[in-house]
């Protein structure tokens, strides 16, 4: 069964962090492109951050960068979204995804889908 599964949510103040997992089965993580991705209600799906899977280059939007880090181990097949300095507007469901992207930011262009885990940003 070839799955992806988010870990890692919850609620937090503004100003705190939490670290998002993404671990894989069925497949190898290492082979593949990493995308996080965010929906908050009534909102697109956004692409958020992104991890080549060979050069291991990155990508932020510009709304997390400077606050967010991806990194990969490959040797756990998991991926992981380091968030500090969290806002009330990085509430969302939190998605990862896998797959070999042409162009990253498309979320149709991903092959494998996790099933989302809430994150609650709230004083």
């Known amino acids: 069964q070839v799955q992806l599964v988010e870990s890692g949510g919850g609620l937090v103040q503004p100003g705190g962090s939490l670290r998002l997992s993404c671990a894989a089965s069925g497949f190898t993580l290492a082979y593949y492109a990493i995308g996080w991705f965010r929906q908050a209600p009534g909102k697109e799906r956004e692409g958020v951050s992104y991890i080549h899977s060979s050069d291991g280059s990155t990508y932020y939007a510009d709304s997390v960068k400077g606050r967010f880090t991806i990194s990969r181990d490959n040797a756990k097949n998991t991926a992981y979204l380091q968030m500090n300095s969290l806002k009330p507007e990085d509430t969302a469901v939190y998605y990862c995804?896998?797959?070999?992207?042409?162009?990253?930011?498309?979320?149709?262009?991903?092959?494998?889908w996790g099933q989302g885990t809430q994150v609650t940003v709230s004083s």
């Open positions: 995804a896998a797959g070999w992207p042409t162009i990253v930011t498309l979320k149709d262009e991903y092959d494998y």
